[in-house]
Each structure stands twice: as structure tokens, then as C-alpha cells.
């Protein structure tokens, strides 16, 4: 069958006649009859052809095929022992399955799997395995649907199975279904019920969203329960136990409430915790929530140096600032805990001692939500702490790039990576191979085009995966570490000792060499080699990890080789850590002469301070101020001492030099620290502020629900206001929300809710400034807590959603997932485009068409040619031109090993070819008279007044056969006066007028092919 997709391009099929009758006028005016019947089919054809191309020619088919895809809902809620027993009839339904049949399955929960595509050969071992596990608290029934109809194939009846309870609780099922039926699926339902028990449920925590420092807040919360049971609450703030209490717990819905004090500015976060007597489900038992607190700043200081204490922190606290002194590791590890400071100070901080997670956090604190940042020098501190390249520079004003600088020296780095066969283990998902090339990575990043970086794998032997050069292609030796793999022992001395005699045949003013391993090395003479390299002005470092490694080994390696050693506690630390060591290596990082600061500006944390009186700094950390930053102050060398910048809606600056009695020995009696210190620490603090505006959040199903109402002092509605709100989720994903006006002075907005945790809102207000340029001008923090996902809480099968599901689907009649493959089964079309081969077709016909009309053939010459098609150069054709010319010709060619065919002539070629006929026919005349006159000697020369073409033609003819040459001689030896040719007696010869008069008139030769007969017979009569 025959379809079109753009019939109406048929309608040009209606100039056929006009065409037909225009080619028999005037386009076929000089062919034969034939010829003109046959090209005008051939044109008809062709214009056939080429309107079905342009009209879209399709092949349809008709295919007995269904393809069923069952979209499997694997969340929490479902009851798990009746969704087991619809494992019988899922296996039934597969039996049912005819030969072109495909059965593919989908796996839902939070997120949607694709199991296995529609397959033909499915069978019951696999149907009844589900390989996939997505996460069960949440069920997104429309992720389900989408990828289900996205996977189907064409050509097939669809129908799709969704086994479900129906809490949905992500997405909208509803609308994607109609999607689903616009593709041409049938949506069939087999419900299963939720889980069932004895269930106490946890809901509704409310605190209020902004307190005061000392104020007594109220917390109110919903007891939703099956069962009458007894049940212990309770409460933590921030993390640390407040007040427990037992209650009896009656069926159905009751509100409680506790009455707690803030006892501390910031963020205050509340978790509640209930412990039933008799209770099913554990998840539902806790309920969180957070008040923001106004009242004294307050600050968060990680430092490295536990004697730091008494500097810096003393001094800010002394001016009413809150200051809590941490070690690395007492840096917070959750986005609540940072909440409750106003800015962070990172003092001689490590980078690989926080995690990566941690500066994110930072930057999104400083970022999204105002707060402020400062980091203060010293050796774990910038380049030489490994923050390179990471977050937290991306917060501060200056980089750490010391390529920047002018001088520096030029430096060999190599190092050596243990890659043996406990290497490519996985430490959380990652294995340590992979993130030993990650490390590599960054040192190679790091090197500029005069240093040499070398990189070498070491197992049972070491071997070079980068060989050191300088000058290096960063593209391709990236490329190269990527190759690394793991597999092998553990010998480092050969490695080391290679590694040595390498880096012994390199000028370079600076050698190091970095040893990572994660297990004990062989024995080897270390000490007497990594002596001698010292000696050599090499150093060396070790990097360790994981419990196998021999740490004292690395310690003592690393101390006589003047390095440092270092313990990776996560393979994330180790780009960090190699980084660090870049750094290190690069003496140009770290500057210990003595300098006084210099002001460079006008900036309120240097005014009012007397610095031709400050006394010597002894050291700072070589950095380069980004662009847009200020530097208030500088070094000797011009390098920023102290940067600043606004960072999103926060600040961060940057003091390269340290506030402890190292290099800042002399500023601790000097009466500029205290102002200097507390001004900074102050500067840090967001000045942002929105107190006329309330911000409230709810959850309402998956959605986030903001409402903010603004006021001005005296109450009354503030309209028109641009207000925009930051929500960052306990991944730190962040979702950018604009509030639109929905009352007087009342803003709304929703935001997706994706996991439980607390989703921080941060609320922007922003004002026009003279230019018309919109700039903050207040900030509101607030948030969300998402104690548990509903998936927890409603636990009754939603019947009303799958009967809609079920209702609005394409499907006629209600069908049991047995008869899926049996019933109501109709035929599909499968169409195919055809009009790429109707064109192809067309082009073809259309070359034939113009070799008919080229070729003018008369009806013998067609039968010949037909023949000779037939025959393919057989015997016939050869019988029937043997007595022509071009016979001849072939019998001459054969003497040569050659044949040539005769092609076909047109009328023009024809009278062509007898005009050449008789100008060789003269030529032939005046060569017999000129035999006859020189004594019957035959002259091979050419005639001089003979065309150019008849002479090459003539000599081409000599060339390839010497038959004829040869008839001319005995011609020429039999004529009169010595035996050569008479040409008297030729026709048309040199004799007398009276003798040519006397002989009768005979017909001239009017081809080449009569003068060659004509010759012949002459021949045979004189024989």
C-alpha cells in the first residue's frame, strides 16, 4: 500500500498532457519514431516519479506487534508483600507473549530506572529480578511514565503497566499520562495497597522564623497516630540535648508544644524526637526546624596553632565580638551549624585538613547568604596550604598562582605514584589509582613552560608516564596520566634511584620529588640514597594512605629527605596535598624578609591608623590581587598585604601575612593590632538587613511555599518591591526564585523540594539605584525544614489518582496484566519514505532518456545494437559487418592484438565522415600519379597539402596495421617503366584526357568503403 504525507504535490500529475503534447512538437521534432515514443514514457515516468518524491511517497505495512513496558513503583509506602504477589501474574502475562512481542520494565521510587528496554526475549528468571534500587522516600510516578513512553518502540501497539499504591509525592503523573496518550499509549493499572501497622506519626514542628537573643519561644507540634500508646519526646538545640518529656498518645490528631529559651544568636536549630511505645514505621519520628536569632555577631576561628588563642581572638573578644576558637576539625560539617556565625577566619588552615564539601559550603555562605570570610597567612595558609585552584579562592580577592610572579626560579618535580595491585581498590566509589591520577593532574596544571614536572609509576619495576621535560603539552600528558592502571608490588628504591639519575641530567634550581604509596614498600638501602640526594640539593616528601600504609617508613623517608610527610586521610585530600607541595617546593611562595606595610588608599579599615609607627611584619605569602578587588595595603615588593572585595552578597578579604607571633611578633605590642583587628573583624559581618520584612515557608506536597510580607515602620504595606529568594537544599544544590506580588505588601513563590533536610531561603530585596541598575538593599534569612518525605506520613493508597490514570488512558476496555499480550491486539501501520528512491529512480531515467535522444539509430542499427546487447560481441554481429569497413579495420586490429567496436553515428558524424571519405580518395590519386612519375617507388612521406587531420589519421592507419602499405607496393612494383603502379588505370588516374574520354564513364567511389572494394577487384583481375 501507497501513502502520501503531502498529498497535495499530486496535483502537479495534471500538467502531464501539456507536457506530453509540448516534447511531440517541439522536443522530438528530429527523432525517429521510435525514439520519440520511448522518451516520451521515459518523461512521463520521470515526472511521475519526481511528484511523489515532493509528495512524500510512503510504503505502509501492517505488523502484529505489542510492546508492553511495566513501570514498577518501589517507594516506601507500597506494601511490599502484595506488590511479591503480582510477581505470578507478571510471569503469565510474559507467557502470553506472541512472536514479534517486546517487554520492557521501568523501576520508580525518588528517581526513575530503566531496567531493560523492550525486549523480545525476556525471560522468567529475569523478569523476575529488579537489578535497579532507587531511593524509596519519595514516589515520582511521572519520571516513571515519561521514561516509559520514551523507551517504547515505534511501530507497535503500546501499552504500559504501572503497579503502584499511588502516593505520589514528586511530580504530576496526571499530565505526563497525557503525554503518554499523545504517543499513542495505553496506560493500564494494577493497584497494590500501602503499607500497614500500628503508626505514629511526627508532624508539623513550627518555630517562629526570627527571635531574640534571651527571648522564651514556642514549639508547637502534631501527634498523629493509629494506636493509643505511651511515647517519649524529645528536644535538641543546635545539636545539644534541651528537656525530655513523656506523653500518652491518643488515636487520631493531637497538637503539643514546648516552651524553650534562645540562648544564642545566629541560627538556632530545633530537632524533635519521638520514641513510640508500639510503632511500625521509624522514619516518621523526628521533626526539625531553625528560628534566626538577632543579637551579638559572632564569629567562627579555625586556626592550625592551638597558641593562636591568645592573639587575635582575645583581642576581638574584648571589643564584643563572639568568637569560637576551633581546631581544623572542629570546622562544621553541616550548613546549619555555620548558620549561626557571621563570619568565618581560617588562620594557618590546611586545605586538605576541611573537606571539599566544606568550602563549598563557605563560598555558598558568603555567596548566597552575606556572610563574611577572611583568611590569614602563614605556611598551611594560599598556595602553600593547597588552595589552589579550589573554592575558597574562588571566595577570596587575590589567587594563589605563583606563576604570576615575574621571579622565580625554575624547579624539577617528579613524582612517583605506587600503582601495584591494591591501588585500584575503591575507597567511596572512587579507587585510589583514579585519584592518584587527579593528583598528578594538578601538578602538572601547575608547571609553567620553563619548570619540569615527571611522573613515574612504580610496582614491581618503575616506569615513566611522563619522562621529565619542561616545555611540556599539557593537553597530551593529561591524556597520558589518564592511561595509568594499577597492578604489580611495591618497589620504591628503584623507582627513587631512577628518579635521582633523571633529575641529575636537569638544570633546575629547585628538585623535588613526592612519594605516594599505600602499602609497606620492599626493603632497600633508602637512607644512603636519600642521603646523597640531599647532598644533591634534592628534597623529598611522602604522602600515605590508608591503614596498610607503613606510616613510620614514610615519616623517617620524609625527614631525611628534608620534605614533609603527610597522611591522607580521604583520597580527596590528595590533589590538595600535591598541590601543597608545588607550593612548598616553590621557595617564591613564601617571603621571610623583614617589611613594614604600606597604605595604598583611602579604605575605612586602614584610616585613623598610624602606619609610619607599625613595626616590622617578618613573612607573608606571595599572592596576586584579582581585578576588581581593593588593597588597601602592600608589601615591599608591591604584593597585596591586605585585600578586600564583595563577594556575591557577603565580603571576604585576605591578609597574607599572620596575627600570631611568628611574623607578626612585633604587631602584638604595637597599639594599631587591637583597632587594625577589630575593624576587620568587623568589616567581614553582612550589613544587609530587612527587619520590616516577614518571611514565612511551609511545605506544601512537593513544593516549597514562600510568602513574604513587607512593612515600613509604621505598619503599613510596602508595594512594588523586587524580591528574589536563594534556596539551597542539603545537597547545596541551589534553585534562583522570583517572588511575585500577590496582595498588599505580600510576595509568594515556590520552590522544588527534592529530599528531607533543611532548605535555607535566603530573601533578596532589591532597590533601583539613580542609574536605574538594580542593588541589594536587604537580605532576610530564613528556611524550610523537611523533617521526613511524605512518602512516610501518607500512608493510605490513593485510589483517586490511579482511577484517573486509569480512566483518561487510551485503552478500551480494563485488562488484567495476563491479557496484556492476548487481548484486544491491533494491527500497526509501519510506514516507510520512499521518496529518496522514487528521486534516485528519476535521475537514473533521466540519464537513460538523454542517451535516446543522443543516439539517432536507425531501425537496423537498433537491431544491431539489440543483437550485440544479446549477444555481447559474439559471432553474429562479427558474420554481419565483416564485408564493411570497419570489418576490415577489426581484421587489421586483430593482426595487432587489438579490437576496436564500432560506435554508433549520428546524422551529422555520417556527412563528416564522407567528406573525409573523398578528400582521401584525392589524396590516394595524387600518391598513385606521384608512384607513377618517381619509377613505381612507393614514397612513405606524408602529402604536404593534405589536411592535418586525414594525414594523422592516415599515418594512425600505417601505425597500427601494415596490410594496406603493402598492397599499395605490389600495386606500385607491377606498374609500367620497372613494374610499379599503373596509375593511368585507376579510375580518375594521370593518364591522357583522350584515353580517360575513351573508356567508359565508371562510377566514382563514393565511400571508403567502395575505394577499398574497388582496389580489391583490381587486384583480382590482374591475377
Known amino acids: 500500500m501507497i501513502d502520501f504525507t503531502r498529498p497535495e504535490w499530486l496535483l502537479l500529475l495534471l500538467v502531464l498532457p501539456g507536457i506530453a503534447w509540448v516534447a511531440m512538437r517541439m522536443s522530438f521534432a528530429s527523432l525517429g519514431p521510435v525514439q520519440k515514443w520511448v522518451s516520451l514514457g521515459l518523461r512521463i515516468v520521470i515526472w511521475f516519479l519526481l511528484v511523489s518524491a515532493l509528495a512524500g511517497v510512503q510504503l505502509v505495512h501492517r505488523l502484529d506487534r505489542v510492546s508492553v513496558v511495566v513501570v514498577r513503583d518501589s517507594s516506601d509506602s507500597v506494601n511490599g508483600e502484595e506488590m511479591s504477589a503480582l510477581d505470578g501474574s507478571l510471569e503469565l502475562m510474559r507467557q502470553g507473549m506472541q512472536k514479534d512481542d517486546t517487554l520492557g520494565r521501568v523501576n520508580t521510587g525518588a528517581l526513575a530506572y530503566v531496567e531493560n528496554l523492550p525486549l523480545n526475549g525476556v525471560d522468567e528468571d529475569t523478569l523476575a529480578q529488579w537489578q535497579s534500587t532507587p531511593r524509596g522516600n519519595f514516589t515520582n510516578l511521572a519520571e516513571g511514565i515519561q521514561l516509559a513512553t520514551a523507551i517504547f518502540p515505534d511501530n507497535a501497539q503500546k501499552r504500559l503497566l504501572l503497579i503502584s499504591d499511588g502516593n505520589e509525592n514528586i511530580g504530576n503523573a496526571l499530565a505526563e499520562s497525557r503525554v503518554a496518550r499523545d504517543n499513542d499509549v495505553e496506560i493500564y493499572v494494577a493497584e497494590v495497597g500501602s503499607r500497614r501497622g500500628e503508626e505514629v506519626v511526627l508532624s508539623d514542628l513550627k518555630a517562629p ?8 519561644v514556642r514549639l508547637r507540634f502534631v501527634v498523629d497516630s493509629s494506636v493509643a500508646t505511651g511515647a517519649d519526646i524529645t528536644l535538641r538545640k543546635n545539636g545539644q540535648f534541651a528537656q525530655k518529656e513523656r506523653i500518652n498518645i491518643k488515636p487520631g490528631k493531637e497538637l503539643y508544644e514546648f516552651i524553650t529559651d534562645v540562648e544564642q544568636s545566629g541560627v538556632t536549630t530545633y530537632e524533635l524526637q519521638i520514641e513510640p511505645d508500639s510503632d511500625t514505621i521509624a522514619e516518621n519520628n523526628n521533626a526539625y526546624a531553625f528560628s534566626v536569632v538577632s543579637g551579638q555577631p559572632r564569629l567562627l576561628y579555625a586556626t592550625g596553632d592551638p597558641g593562636e588563642l591568645e592573639y587575635l581572638p582575645r583581642t576581638v573578644r574584648t571589643n564584643n565580638i563572639e568568637v569560637d576558637v576551633v581546631p581544623p576539625g572542629g570546622i562544621p560539617y553541616a550548613m546549619e551549624d555555620f548558620q549561626i556565625y557571621d563570619g568565618i577566619i581560617f588562620s594557618d588552615v590546611a586545605a586538605y585538613d576541611i573537606t571539599p564539601d566544606q568550602m563549598e559550603m563557605i563560598k555558598i555562605l558568603v555567596h548566597e547568604f552575606g556572610k563574611g570570610f577572611l583568611m590569614i597567612g602563614g605556611e598551611k595558609s594560599y598556595g602553600p596550604g593547597g588552595y589552589f585552584n579550589t573554592p575558597i579562592e574562588e571566595v577570596l580577592p587575590v589567587d594563589m598562582d605563583f606563576r604570576r610572579k615575574k621571579i622565580t626560579p625554575s624547579s624539577l618535580v617528579i613524582a612517583l605514584v605506587d600503582k601495584s595491585g591494591s591501588m585500584s581498590m575503591t575507597v567511596n566509589g572512587v579507587s ?14 601547575l608547571q609553567r613552560d620553563e ?10 619495576v618503575g616506569q615513566w608516564v611522563v619522562e621529565p621535560q619542561a616545555g611540556i603539552n599539557k593537553q597530551e600528558v593529561l591524556e597520558v596520566l589518564g592511561s595509568m592502571q594499577a597492578g604489580g608490588g611495591t618497589d620504591l628504591y628503584p623507582a627513587l634511584k631512577n628518579a635521582y639519575d633523571a633529575g641529575m641530567q636537569i638544570n633546575a634550581q629547585i628538585k623535588h ?13 633508602f637512607e644512603e640514597l636519600v642521603s646523597s640526594m640531599v647532598d644533591d640539593k634534592f628534597t623529598v616528601s611522602t604522602v600515605a594512605f590508608g591503614a596498610d600504609a607503613d606510616i613510620p617508613f614514610m615519616e623517617a623517608l620524609a625527614e631525611v629527605g628534608e620534605g614533609r610527610m603527610y597522611e591522607a586521610n580521604d583520597l580527596s585530600d590528595l590533589p590538595r596535598i600535591f598541590t601543597r607541595e608545588v607550593f612548598m617546593a616553590n621557595k617564591a611562595t613564601i617571603n621571610e624578609d623583614p617589611f613594614s606595610a604600606i597604605p595604598t588608599m583611602d579604605h575605612p579599615l586602614i584610616n585613623a591608623i598610624g602606619w609610619g609607627s607599625a613595626p616590622y611584619l617578618y613573612g607573608y605569602v606571595a599572592t596576586s590581587a584579582k581585578d576588581t578587588a581593593e588593597v588597601p595595603l602592600v608589601t615591599h615588593k608591591e604584593d597585596p598585604l591586605l585585600a578586600t572585595w564583595h563577594y556575591g552578597l557577603g565580603k571576604s578579604a585576605a591578609f597574607t601575612s599572620d596575627a600570631k607571633n611568628r611574623w607578626a611578633r612585633d604587631w602584638l605590642r604595637w597599639g594599631g593590632y587591637e583597632r587594625f583587628w577589630t575593624g576587620v573583624a568587623r568589616w567581614i559581618r553582612s550589613d544587609l538587613d530587612d527587619s520590616g520584612v516577614d518571611v514565612v515557608t511551609e511545605m506544601n506536597g512537593n513544593q516549597g511555599h514562600i510568602v513574604v510580607t513587607a512593612t515600613d515602620d509604621d505598619g503599613t504595606s510596602v508595594n512594588y518591591q523586587s524580591f528574589s529568594a536563594t534556596v539551597v537544599d542539603p545537597e547545596l544544590g541551589t534553585q534562583e526564585v522570583r517572588l511575585t506580588q500577590t496582595g498588599p505588601g505580600t510576595y509568594e513563590s515556590e520552590f522544588d523540594i527534592t529530599d528531607n533536610g533543611n532548605y535555607y531561603v535566603n530573601i533578596t530585596r532589591k532597590e533601583a539605584d539613580e542609574e536605574g541598575n538594580e542593588e541589594v538593599a536587604g537580605v532576610q534569612l530564613s528556611g524550610l525544614s523537611v523533617s521526613y518525605s511524605p512518602e512516610y506520613r501518607d500512608l493510605q493508597t490513593n485510589t483517586f489518582l490511579l482511577s484517573q490514570l486509569r480512566d483518561g488512558s487510551l485503552a478500551p476496555t480494563a485488562l488484567s496484566p495476563e491479557q496484556l499480550f492476548t487481548e484486544n491486539r491491533v494491527r500497526q501501520r509501519k510506514t516507510e519514505d520512499f521518496w529518496e528512491q522514487f528521486a534516485l529512480i528519476a ?56 579490437r576496436t567496436r564500432r560506435e554508433p553515428q549520428s546524422r551529422e558524424s555520417a556527412a563528416r565522415s564522407r567528406a573525409q571519405a573523398a578528400n582521401r580518395r584525392e589524396q590516394l590519386d595524387r600518391s598513385a600519379s606521384d608512384i607513377q612519375q618517381a619509377g613505381g617507388k612507393v614514397s612513405h612521406e606524408a602529402p604536404q597539402n593534405v589536411p592535418q587531420g586525414n594525414i594523422s589519421q592516415k599515418q594512425s592507419t600505417q601505425q597500427d596495421t601494415s596490410g594496406l602499405a603493402d598492397l599499395r607496393r605490389k600495386l606500385a612494383d607491377k606498374g609500367p617503366g620497372g613494374g610499379g603502379f599503373d596509375a593511368s588505370k585507376l579510375p580518375g588516374g594521370s593518364g591522357s584526357a583522350s584515353s580517360r574520354k575513351s573508356e567508359p564513364e565508371v ?7 567502395e575505394l577499398t572494394s574497388s582496389l580489391l577487384d583490381r587486384i583480382k583481375k590482374k591475377k
Open 432 to 445: 585510589k589509582i583514579e585519584m592518584a591520577r587527579e593528583a598528578c593532574k594538578e601538578l602538572v596544571r
Open 209 to 216: 522564623s526570627r527571635a531574640a537573643l534571651g527571648e522564651s
Open 451 to 460: 619548570d619540569y614536572v615527571g611522573v613515574m609509576g612504580f610496582d614491581s
Open 513 to 525: 620529588i613526592i612519594v605516594f604509596t599505600d602499602g609497606v614498600v620492599a626493603p632497600g638501602p
Open 843 to 898: 535521475l537514473l531515467l533521466w540519464l537513460i532518456d538523454v542517451a535516446v535522444r543522443r543516439l539517432v539509430l536507425d531501425s537496423r542499427e537498433w537491431r544491431e545494437a539489440f543483437a550485440g546487447l544479446l549477444t555481447a560481441g559474439g559471432s553474429t554481429r562479427a558474420a554481419q559487418t565483416s564485408e564493411s569497413l570497419a570489418g576490415l579495420l577489426n581484421v587489421k586490429e586483430g593482426l595487432a592484438g587489438q
Open 1003 to 1009: 562510377k566514382r567511389p563514393e565511400t571508403e568503403r
